[in-house]
């Protein structure tokens, strides 16, 4: 395969890179945080949030005196001093860990000449320890808390660092995790990377924060010290498949922040890629195979975009990614929602995606930023998809329960498409069947009784008769129903899994009993058919305990479905699926995850 690049090269604009050491290059927060709690529990002191800014970033000094405060000077300072130094220079020899993308980057950087300095409020002693770990050929400088005579918030770390290497400090980038180290070298005047570790760090003017070092690169560094600022949401994503001999197209622009962009090219990839200046990738694939063009902002950013290329006498679509999503309220308790939906997403590599609690814009926004096709129906419920939507129908309530639907066409080859029907439900909330087995400890009947007045029963009911001319097809036309049903599965409250709910059980939930007669399939129960070994809750991963503060625990279940009927899907796996290690309710502006339900994740082969 033939590649060609339209990049020029580019004067760089940055100089140094500046990295903290514990968290952000090596894994010693934890063992930080371990070594405080074993002197903090030797002194019968209890840790608690509010010990944070005194504890996370800070000089052992301070945590120490911070400490020997806190606990009432039971023992001597210079003591206690020194155990904390002991118990964390043990940890680090023996556990020292690389963050991910760490090494990686410091080797970009390397090869490129860019200088690199170690700037920490650990002391010497353990400095050198994760120097000879890292290399210490890799830094030309490093500045510990012995080196200044004041440390982190301080500026005199970075100040020192840029000095010892000839340098403005508005031309390195410092690299931190923690905000007493965002401080510092704010305050030292060098712009900012922050990748935050055990503490959020919220983005601002000259500081960009990222989920981790892998999604950094020398590029970004560079558009980070010029200035602009502009970085991409994602490193990398792959664009629905393409097919040799057939025109291609898919976009960036939706996916670059910050920054000042006039424009994007095409750094590198296949001769038959071309990039416009607004940021589309179009062409017609020359052979079959993956591949890779990497697009590039003005300012730095890039982009690499993964084109999956089948041949021309080959089906388009044999894998297909189906994904139901409650965005709980659009995403809006979660800072950051719409770039944190975008990225799981991506991350996900999904092909169709049913959406609940939409809040009237989320399918538009997120369709516009992915260049992908989709369908808002009432300001509840929306469907995605990478592959063309010929058809929309469905009509959710006024009060957004309901359902709406979709035809997608994932081919279509000698004039005769290849299409598959999509529904997308959300059901009434209330009143909720885990809670009355639960809290309320209700017989089977009472339950069942429940559980058809709550509406939702009629709900699916009316769904089903909707779909019923689709399902009478379903063997020429694949049909889906995903979405947020807010009842339980009989597939899951059986006998054998009666300790996960309280003793209850078998329960014939109505629900998932009309779906299947209906002759709908539960894709995740035929991946993982016992209920024990894989509950696959979706409800929740930020409720552990009940809303009400009685400190009950909050009952876990499956309620969000990907369902289907036809001969021409074969569930290759199901998942429930959640990023990172979601903080729970109330306390989610933070999180990475942006919703309050696990999504499932079906893969389906296609025949």
């Not at 395969?1 to 690049?5: I, R």
């Not at 400095?127 to 808390?145: E, H, K, N, Q």
């Not at 980070?224 to 600022?229: E, F, K, L, P, Y």
């Not at 997608?408 to 498409?417: E, I, T, Y």
């Given at each position: 395969?033939?590649?060609?690049?339209t990049?020029?090269?580019?004067?760089?604009?940055?100089?140094?890179?500046?990295?903290?050491?514990?968290?952000?290059?090596?894994?010693?927060?934890?063992?930080?945080?371990?070594a405080?709690?074993?002197?903090?529990?030797?002194?019968?002191?209890?840790?608690?949030?509010?010990?944070?800014?005194?504890?996370?970033?800070?000089?052992?000094?301070?945590?120490?005196a911070?400490?020997?405060?806190a606990?009432?000077?039971?023992?001597?300072?210079?003591e206690?001093?020194?155990?904390?130094?002991?118990?964390?220079?043990?940890?680090?020899?023996?556990?020292?860990?690389?963050?991910?993308?760490?090494?990686?980057?410091?080797?970009?950087?390397?090869?490129?000449g860019?200088?690199?300095?170690?700037?920490?409020?650990?002391?010497?002693?353990?400095?050198?320890?994760?120097?000879?770990?890292?290399?210490?050929?890799?830094?030309?400088?490093?500045?510990?808390?012995?080196?200044?005579?004041r440390?982190?918030?301080?500026?005199?770390?970075?100040?020192?660092?840029?000095?010892?290497?000839?340098?403005?400090?508005?031309?390195?980038?410092?690299?931190?995790?923690?905000?007493?180290?965002?401080?510092?070298?704010?305050?030292?005047g060098?712009?900012?990377?922050?990748?935050?570790?055990?503490?959020?760090?919220?983005?601002?003017?000259?500081r960009?924060?990222?989920?981790?070092?892998?999604?950094?690169?020398?590029?970004l560094?560079?558009?980070?010290?010029?200035?602009?600022?502009?970085?991409?949401l994602?490193?990398?994503?792959?664009?629905?498949?393409?097919?040799?001999?057939?025109?291609?197209?898919?976009?960036?622009?939706?996916?670059?922040?910050?920054?000042?962009?006039?424009?994007?090219?095409?750094?590198?990839?296949?001769?038959?890629?071309?990039?416009?200046?607004?940021?589309?990738?179009?062409?017609?694939?020359?052979?079959?195979?993956?591949?890779?063009?990497?697009?590039?902002?003005?300012?730095?950013?890039?982009?690499?975009?993964?084109?999956?290329?089948?041949?021309?006498?080959?089906?388009?679509?044999?894998?297909l990614?189906?994904?139901?999503?409650?965005?709980?309220?659009?995403?809006?308790?979660?800072d950051?929602?719409?770039?944190?939906?975008?990225?799981?997403?991506?991350?996900?590599?999904?092909?169709?995606?049913?959406?609940?609690?939409?809040?009237?814009?989320?399918?538009?926004?997120?369709?516009?930023?992915?260049?992908?096709?989709?369908?808002?129906?009432?300001?509840?419920?929306?469907?995605?998809?990478?592959?063309?939507i010929t058809?929309?129908?469905?009509?959710?309530?006024?009060?957004?329960?309901?359902?709406?639907g979709?035809?997608?066409?994932?081919?279509?080859?000698?004039?005769?498409?290849?299409?598959?029907?999509?529904?997308?439900?959300?059901?009434?909330y209330?009143?909720?069947?885990?809670?009355?087995?639960?809290?309320?400890?209700?017989?089977?009947?009472?339950?069942?009784?429940?559980?058809?007045?709550?509406?939702?029963?009629?709900?699916?009911?009316?769904?089903?008769?909707?779909?019923?001319?689709?399902?009478?097809?379903?063997?020429?036309?694949?049909?889906?129903?995903?979405?947020?049903?807010?009842?339980?599965?009989?597939?899951?409250?059986?006998e054998?899994?009666?300790?996960?709910?309280?003793?209850?059980?078998?329960?014939?939930?109505?629900?998932?009993?009309?779906?299947?007669?209906?002759?709908?399939?539960?894709?995740?129960?035929?991946?993982?058919?016992?209920?024990?070994?894989?509950?696959?809750?979706?409800?929740?991963?930020?409720?552990?305990?009940?809303?009400?503060?009685?400190g009950?625990?909050?009952?876990?279940?499956r309620?969000?479905?990907?369902?289907?009927?036809?001969d021409?899907?074969?569930?290759?796996?199901?998942?429930?699926?959640?990023?990172?290690?979601?903080?729970?309710?109330p306390?989610?502006k933070?999180?990475?995850w942006?919703?309050?339900?696990?999504?499932?994740?079906?893969?389906?082969?296609?025949?």
């Open positions: 395969m033939s590649h060609n690049s990049d020029t090269p580019d004067a760089p604009a940055l100089k140094a890179v500046l990295f903290d050491m514990d968290g952000t290059l090596v894994d010693t927060e934890e063992l930080w945080w371990q405080v709690q074993h002197t903090a529990a030797g002194l019968q002191y209890e840790l608690t949030d509010a010990d944070l800014p005194d504890v996370l970033g800070r000089p052992v000094e301070h945590t120490a911070h400490l020997h405060s606990a009432g000077n039971t023992v001597p300072l210079a206690l001093t020194a155990g904390l130094h002991r118990e964390f220079a043990t940890r680090v020899e023996d556990r020292i860990v690389p963050r991910p993308g760490a090494v990686e980057l410091l080797d970009r950087l390397h090869e490129q860019i200088d690199i300095a170690l700037v920490t409020a650990s002391p010497r002693s353990v400095a050198d320890i994760v120097l000879r770990s890292l290399g210490p050929g890799r830094f030309a400088v490093s500045v510990t808390a012995d080196d200044t005579a440390t982190k918030p301080a500026p005199d770390p970075y100040l020192a660092a840029a000095r010892a290497l000839g340098v403005p400090p508005a031309a390195c980038v410092a690299v931190e995790d923690t905000p007493t180290g965002v401080a510092s070298a704010e305050a030292a060098c712009p900012v990377l922050a990748v935050p570790s055990l503490t959020p760090i919220a983005a601002a003017p000259g960009t924060v990222l989920g981790s070092l892998e999604q950094a690169d020398v590029a560094l560079e558009a980070i010290a010029s200035g602009t600022g502009a970085s991409f994602v490193p990398a994503f792959t664009t629905r498949n393409a097919r040799v001999g057939e025109p291609l197209r898919a976009t960036v622009s939706g996916l670059l922040r910050g920054g000042t962009v006039a424009g994007f090219v095409k750094a590198s990839g296949p001769d038959w890629a071309h990039v416009g200046a607004d940021g589309t990738v179009t062409g017609t694939p020359a052979e079959a195979g993956w591949a890779e063009v990497v697009v590039k902002a003005t300012g730095g950013a890039r982009v690499t975009v993964r084109i999956p290329v089948v041949g021309a006498d080959e089906p388009l679509v044999r894998e990614k189906v994904m139901s999503w409650n965005l709980w309220l659009g995403g809006a308790p979660v950051g929602h719409r770039d944190k939906q975008l990225k799981v997403l991506l991350d996900a590599n999904v092909d169709i995606v049913g959406l609940q609690e939409t809040a009237g814009t989320s399918t538009r926004e997120l369709a516009a930023a992915l260049g992908w096709h989709h369908h808002q129906a009432g300001h509840n419920l929306g469907i995605l998809s990478r592959y063309p058809a929309r129908f469905g009509d959710p309530a006024p009060s957004g329960y309901g359902a709406a979709v035809t997608v066409r994932l081919d279509s080859r000698d004039g005769v498409p290849q299409d598959v029907t999509v529904w997308n439900a959300h059901l009434n209330t009143p909720y069947g885990p809670y009355d087995a639960s809290f309320d400890r209700l017989p089977v009947p009472v339950l069942i009784e429940h559980e058809t007045a709550s509406g939702r029963l009629r709900e699916i009911q009316v769904i089903l008769g909707a779909m019923t001319p689709d399902l009478a097809t379903s063997g020429t036309t694949p049909v889906l129903l995903v979405g947020d049903f807010n009842a339980p599965s009989h597939l899951d409250w059986t054998a899994a009666a300790p996960l709910h309280g003793g209850c059980g078998p329960v014939e939930w109505p629900v998932t009993k009309a779906t299947e007669a209906a002759g709908l399939r539960d894709s995740y129960r035929v991946a993982h058919p016992d209920p024990v070994r894989a509950p696959g809750t979706t409800w929740s991963p930020l409720h552990p305990l009940h809303e009400d503060g009685s009950r625990a909050e009952p876990q279940d309620i969000d479905y990907v369902l289907f009927s036809g021409r899907l074969d569930v290759r796996d199901a998942v429930a699926h959640v990023t990172g290690a979601p903080r729970p309710y306390d989610v933070a999180n990475e942006p919703s309050d339900h696990a999504a499932v994740i079906t893969t389906f082969t296609v025949r």
